[in-house]
């Protein structure tokens, strides 16, 4: 455990989800009874007490979750849009739910609330109704599937043909929803096909692999003018004002908001762009 960690949960800086996934992360293994006992000196309902409970709950789980990220959850080599791909083909056949989100704990129900939470700050930003959207970084297709039934349409592209593959699995019988496989590059669709892109935690692969000025010229094509952009989670370089300077910059686009944290069990930052005229 890293006292850090348990501080900001036990402040509520952060949210236990998102403490016991960073314990996870840490590379030592999760010890709920040592958890247990320290958080049993909080109040009751107390965040790091959640913590504890999820810790518990979720032993044979977090263990497994250890053990994959043991093995690696950043990309590297050559060609990092390659090894991003073989990443998440990996965890799509493994881990999936751990996969797009990993502060679910690899747990449905808790995926369930976070995406949840998810739609509503989308909603709350832009109108969805009738509109055709890009999912940008699909994963299993836990957002498309949620939005869909109100939106006109939506697409969701991702790298992983393991990740396109479980969101068509998935989304079986809904409607208005499809999946596509990207490579990184041009994306299949065309001029203004879309009033609104989202891309949840995909963008800092793209930074990482140093294409991010590509999309970005993909996305302003893509988009009709006038379409928003959200991103949550620029990048992962841990520097937010660099990343509000390349937002702010994006050609093509204007900044609506910026640096936003409307999650409160997600740690996500959220921007949102508008295609312009």
């Given at each position: ?12 800086q952060i ?50 979750l250890g ?6 959850l950043d ?203």
């Amino acid at each position: 455990m890293t006292e850090e960690v348990l501080r900001a949960c036990a402040a509520g800086q952060i949210s236990p989800q998102i403490a016991v996934a960073r314990l996870v992360l840490s590379g030592s293994a999760v010890d709920a009874q040592a958890l247990a006992a320290r958080a049993g000196l909080e109040p009751a309902g107390s965040p790091l007490r959640v913590a504890a409970a999820l810790a518990a709950d979720h032993a044979p789980r977090l263990a497994r979750l250890g053990r994959i990220a043991a093995d690696g959850l950043d990309p590297e080599g050559p060609d990092l849009l390659a090894a991003t791909a073989a990443l998440f083909d990996r965890l799509a056949a493994v881990e999936p739910e751990a996969a797009v989100a990993f502060y679910s704990l690899g747990d449905p129900a808790l995926l369930a609330a976070a995406t949840a939470e998810l739609v509503a700050v989308v909603r709350a930003w832009v109108p969805i109704d009738g509109r055709a959207v890009l999912d940008f970084g699909s994963g299993i297709g836990r957002l498309a599937t949620a939005l869909a039934p109100d939106a006109g349409r939506v697409v969701g592209v991702d790298i992983s043909a393991g990740m396109v593959e479980q969101a068509r699995e998935r989304a079986a019988g809904s409607v208005n929803v499809a999946f596509e496989a990207t490579d990184g590059g041009v994306l299949p669709f065309a001029d203004g096909s879309f009033d609104l892109a989202i891309a949840v935690d995909s963008f800092p692969y793209l930074v990482r692999a140093g294409v991010l000025a590509v999309q970005m010229a993909e996305m302003a094509r893509v988009l009709r003018p006038g379409g928003d952009l959200l991103v949550f989670n620029w990048s992962y370089r841990g520097d937010d004002a660099a990343d509000a300077r390349e937002a702010e910059g994006a050609p093509g686009f204007e900044l609506v908001r910026s640096r936003e944290r409307p999650f409160a069990i997600w740690d996500g930052v959220g921007y949102h762009l508008r295609r312009l005229p």
